[in-house]
C-alpha cells in the first residue's frame, strides 16, 4: 500500500509538472498568459517533495486508522 500510494503520487505530481511546462511553453511564450506556472527547477522539486510528504502523511494516518 505504502509503495503503491508513493507511486501515484509521484505520478500525480510529474504529470502536474509537465502540464505547467507546456502551459508554459504554449501560452506563456506565445504572450497569451502574462505569468509563468513554473518558477524553475527549485520550484518543480519542492512541489515533488511535497506531494511525497503529503502521502507518506495519509499512509501513516490510514496504518493508524486500520491497525486499531
Given at each position: 500500500t505504502l509503495v503503491f500510494t508513493a507511486a501515484?503520487?509521484?505520478l500525480a505530481g510529474t504529470s502536474w509538472e509537465f502540464f505547467e511546462f507546456t502551459f508554459d511553453r504554449l501560452f506563456v511564450d506565445n504572450g497569451l498568459v502574462?505569468?509563468?506556472?513554473?518558477?524553475?527547477?527549485?520550484?518543480?522539486?519542492?512541489?515533488?517533495?511535497?506531494?511525497?510528504?503529503?502521502a507518506a502523511t495519509v499512509v501513516s494516518i490510514y496504518f493508524r486508522k486500520t491497525s486499531s
Open positions: 501515484f503520487v509521484a502574462p505569468y509563468y506556472a513554473q518558477i524553475g527547477v527549485s520550484d518543480t522539486m519542492a512541489d515533488l517533495l511535497f506531494n511525497l510528504i503529503g
